[in-house]
């Protein structure tokens, strides 16, 4: 079974603190991707990458960024944490586009972020 | 600009009835269709994945298909039971770079 996992299911952040958010996967995934979750606007992406150091921009990456080393690692960066990036966030993998699978996405636990 | 529907946002079922959830989306060039399944606080569980080829797939109780021409998609879930209560989501991927775009979701209760 494919596992993705994030660092912490709960995390609580003051305004301006720089917080990182980690996601691993154990299949050899090459695609991954960081969503946010909030009530009335659904899932929303934020970053995805499709290889070691490569990043493509989503629909809402302001306040963000990303950095992928290894390829089962998948890190979101908040710069300088503000109130309204309180959120459940959602990491999620799957294989490369064109693969003989099925590019299917799995997902992780989740992070709910409050920041103060 | 992809846009995904679910309607009807919340619904409720006595337990043994057929669930019937529906998803509409806007452009019909799609790669594949996603059914997932969010419990509260949780994250998402992938039920179903129908490749934009395909009519229909299957697993267990769950049944899901796809008619690209109008749109939609529809999962079906025989003889529902309590432990199917949850918010199930369909997302459409594109096909570049398989992103997903998410519909808002439904809410189901089965009632005992």
Redesign the interface.
């Known amino acids: 079974d494919v596992k993705?996992t994030q660092s912490s299911r709960y995390l609580v952040k003051r305004t301006g603190e720089k917080v990182f958010l980690e996601c691993v996967q154990d299949m050899d995934h090459e695609?991954m991707?960081w969503y946010r979750q909030d009530p009335g606007l659904?899932?929303r992406?934020i970053y995805?990458s499709?290889d070691v150091k490569m990043k493509?921009k989503?629909d809402i990456p302001e306040g963000y960024s990303v950095s992928r080393e290894k390829k089962e690692r998948f890190s979101l960066i908040l710069e300088s944490a503000s109130t309204n990036q309180t959120s459940?966030y959602?990491c999620?993998s799957?294989l490369s586009?064109g693969a003989a699978s099925?590019?299917?996405?799995?997902?992780?636990?989740?992070t709910?972020l409050t920041v103060l | 600009k992809q846009e995904v529907t679910q309607i009807p946002a919340a619904l409720s079922v006595p337990e043994g009835e057929n669930l019937v959830l529906n998803c509409s989306f806007t452009d019909s060039a799609i790669?594949?269709l996603?059914w997932?399944r969010q419990d509260p606080?949780?994250?998402?569980?992938?039920l179903l994945?129908i490749?934009s080829s395909q009519r229909e797939q299957t697993s267990g109780r769950l049944n899901a298909s796809l008619d690209k021409s109008s749109g939609r998609s529809t999962l079906y879930i025989a003889a529902s039971q309590p432990g199917d209560s949850a918010t199930y989501?369909c997302?459409v991927?594109s096909a570049a770079?398989?992103?997903?775009t998410?519909?808002?979701?439904t809410r189901v209760l089965v009632k005992p």
Request: proline share 2%.
């Open positions: 993705v695609n991707f659904g899932l992406l995805f499709y493509e989503g459940m959602l999620a799957s586009f099925y590019n299917e996405q799995f997902f992780g636990p989740g709910r | 790669y594949n996603q997932f606080g949780k994250g998402l569980t992938s994945l490749q989501l997302a991927g770079g398989n992103k997903l998410f519909g808002g979701g």
